[in-house]
């Protein structure tokens, strides 16, 4: 799993012009599924969300987890973070999990994101056209694949 993470004020995702996900302070995750991707990275991924340490503390230092804040989380489902763009100038996406695998990956990992933290996680509408609205803080934006994790 690729994922983008960004620290914002508030985010929201417009499908057809209608809000289908909205949250206030906290992350705005886009998540990319690749084929090889399975509960383990699910596991991993939302346990290092959820204790990583990004926003201000008291004193205004990056020194506190999305659950000490009580944050909020949007997650967005995003195939083009395995884009391959080696040949040519058109990207091709076949490095990115089938529909159908990813979309069970990104369900499960959206409920399991829920259970663990206990805060609110809000989505986007997966395999359609979205409009999604970050209102980056900081800006502090992190990348993180599950294949890379020494």
């Not at 659950?67 to 040949?87: C, D, M, P, R, W």
Request: glycine letters at 8%; charged letters at 25%.
């Amino acid at each position: 799993m690729r994922a983008v993470i960004q620290r914002v004020k508030n985010s929201s995702v417009i499908v057809n012009d209608e809000i289908v996900g909205e949250i206030g302070a906290g992350l705005n995750i886009l998540l990319g599924i690749g084929p090889e991707d399975d509960s383990g990275d699910i596991k991993w991924l939302v346990n290092k969300l959820c204790n990583l340490r990004i926003f201000s503390d008291k004193n205004g230092l990056m020194n506190s987890s999305i659950t000490e804040v009580n944050g909020e989380f949007i997650v967005v489902s995003q195939f083009t973070l395995h884009a391959s763009y080696k040949k040519g100038n058109r990207p091709s996406f076949i490095k990115a999990a089938e529909p159908d695998l990813a979309r069970e990956l990104f369900n499960n990992f959206c409920n399991i994101l829920s259970s663990e933290s206990k805060l609110k996680v809000e989505r986007g509408a997966f395999g359609v056209h979205m409009e999604v609205n970050i209102d980056n803080d900081g800006p502090v934006t992190i990348i993180i694949d599950t294949k890379n994790k020494e």
